[in-house]
């Protein structure tokens, strides 16, 4: 399985100030709740519960930082997820889990007033949320937790720096074109830039430095944030005091594509510069090698193949949503299935199963499932993306096991023909279902919703068989019966 994030150690300090806070309190004491610290105003407070641990509605929580939270009534369990990771909780009991792996937590979800409250604690660890506590205000403070995924990014040393800050952000700007231009008083040095997916963007942090006053003022502590129309692969600059421990001011650069930065330190600025990063981006360490047995060469004749084809979200999960009013991921994704399952139900060699035959909600671990009681030897995800900026176009295919990379490479040939919209290449990334599945598995993002000429060819009916086809070309030439 793998870890969303490491544990955070301070954890223990954090609750027995709670234990403290709960106890000592007079009822008016409710602690508030800041992410990113912007105040969050949940219609249930965060309750301090036996043995004093701290349990936080989930679903505020959760949304803020991009993961979607879907309640299933009849079995009273919360699924929190995204396109990479899974938790699934049930009310009153203490088991989660995490990435179909199971997780104990201190104390089990429960349901106050119709909103599901969960450990503190677990949030930290699973949800890639620091959580800092002041005690001061009475309040906690969480953080969404950019991991660097960059090995050469030097992260936290072991001895921190002294507490204090030796400079100050005066202000952020956009010079129109390739650069943003960082000023400040003092000292500051930035920390080697890292990059991080899902979505693309680099991180650059600057220890020991926080807001000028104005800036401070200006956002009153809050996030800066820059939109950039016409760059290539810049779609917005945004800053923000990340950390108090010690204090970090944190630039993040949002990107469309691929791209890296060049830093060029200054006399009280830093220049960054924009670069297509082609030669920077970190390759990721803990690549399973996994030695599935590849598909035999020369199959005989009379061999089946059970072929999942896995029809991305449904049911309460839209997906993305169409710039086409009314139109979501969910439909594209079914019908697109649907419209494959029936191309190749007539093929003698080749079984195919859909994981969501219709419009209901599959987990992502049922989904992983599926695949291997059914003995799948290929595994297929059908998706659609989507872009804050409107512009953005095309098709990806997505592998994450070297063991995929193959099927990948053959399926996206004929994929990136059959859409007809921009070639935008096969990619490693760590989603779910690619992941957890045991046999060659890829995921197709057809297009952009976002986009109105991706989103009208998605959705239309002729173009949708011109992909099942060419989908059906991939896997048959992949299985060399064609
Ligand atoms: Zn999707």
């Known amino acids: 399985m793998k870890k969303f994030v490491p544990v955070l150690l301070f954890m223990s300090v954090l609750f027995t100030l709670f234990a403290g806070v709960g106890q000592a309190a007079s009822a008016a004491v409710v602690p508030k709740l800041y992410l990113n610290d912007q105040l969050l105003k949940p219609t249930v407070d965060p309750q301090i519960v036996q043995k004093g641990y701290t349990i936080v509605p989930i679903r505020l929580v959760s949304e ?6 879907t309640w299933m009534e009849e079995s009273q369990t919360v699924i929190i997820h995204s396109e ?9 009991d203490s088991i989660a889990l995490v990435n179909n792996e199971k997780v104990q937590m201190d104390t089990p979800a429960v349901v106050l007033k119709g909103n599901t409250l969960i450990p503190l604690r677990f949030i930290g660890d699973n949800l890639g949320i620091k959580v800092v506590w002041n005690n001061d205000s009475k309040s906690v403070y969480l953080y ?9 990014d030097p992260s936290t040393p072991p001895t921190d720096p002294p507490p204090g800050t030796t400079g100050k952000l005066t202000s952020v700007l956009y010079d129109g074109m390739n650069g943003i231009v960082v000023n400040y008083e003092g000292t500051a040095t930035a920390k080697t830039p890292f990059k991080l997916d899902n979505p693309k963007r680099i991180v650059i942090d600057f220890p020991n430095v926080g807001y000028s006053d104005e800036l401070a003022a ?3 502590g809050a996030e800066g944030k820059i939109p950039v129309t016409g760059h290539a692969t810049l779609t917005q600059i945004r800053y923000s005091v990340f950390s108090n421990s010690p204090t970090t001011a944190r630039i993040v650069l949002d990107l469309s594509a691929d791209a890296g930065v060049e830093l060029t330190p200054g006399t009280n600025e830093l220049r960054i510069s924009m670069t297509d990063g082609t030669t920077t981006t970190p390759t990721d360490p803990t690549t399973p090698t996994d030695p599935t047995t590849p598909v035999d060469p020369n199959p005989p004749t009379n061999k089946v193949y059970n072929v999942v084809i896995d029809a991305g979200h449904g049911g309460t999960d839209p997906g993305a949503k169409s710039i086409l009013t009314g139109k979501w991921e969910k ?18 060699n080749i079984k195919p199963l859909l994981s969501r035959p219709d419009d209901n909600f599959v987990t992502l671990a049922n989904r992983v499932t599926f695949a291997k009681t059914n003995k799948a030897d290929l595994f297929l995800s059908i998706h ?10 095309g098709s990806e295919t997505y592998y994450y096991r070297e063991d995929s990379k193959a099927f990948a490479n053959v399926i996206h040939k004929h994929f990136a023909k059959g859409t007809g919209l921009k070639d935008r290449g096969v990619k490693k990334e760590s989603f779910h279902v690619i992941r957890e599945t045991t046999m060659p598995a890829v995921l197709l993002e057809a297009g952009f919703l976002s986009n109105l000429s991706d989103s009208n060819t998605l959705f239309s009916d002729a173009a949708q068989t011109k992909m099942a086809q060419a989908i059906v070309a991939g896997i048959k030439e992949y299985l060399k019966l064609s």
């Open 384 to 393: 659609a993306n989507s872009n804050p900026k409107s512009d953005v176009t």
């Open 84 to 92: 990479t990771d899974e938790i699934i909780l049930k009310i009153n």
């Open 64 to 69: 803020s930082i991009g993961y979607k939270v």
């Open 331 to 348: 439909e594209f994704n079914l019908a697109l299935s649907l419209k494959v399952k029936a191309l190749l139900d007539k093929e003698k």
């Open 218 to 220: 200006q956002f009153s």
């Open 144 to 152: 969404k937790d950019d991991k660097p995924v960059d090995p050469t």
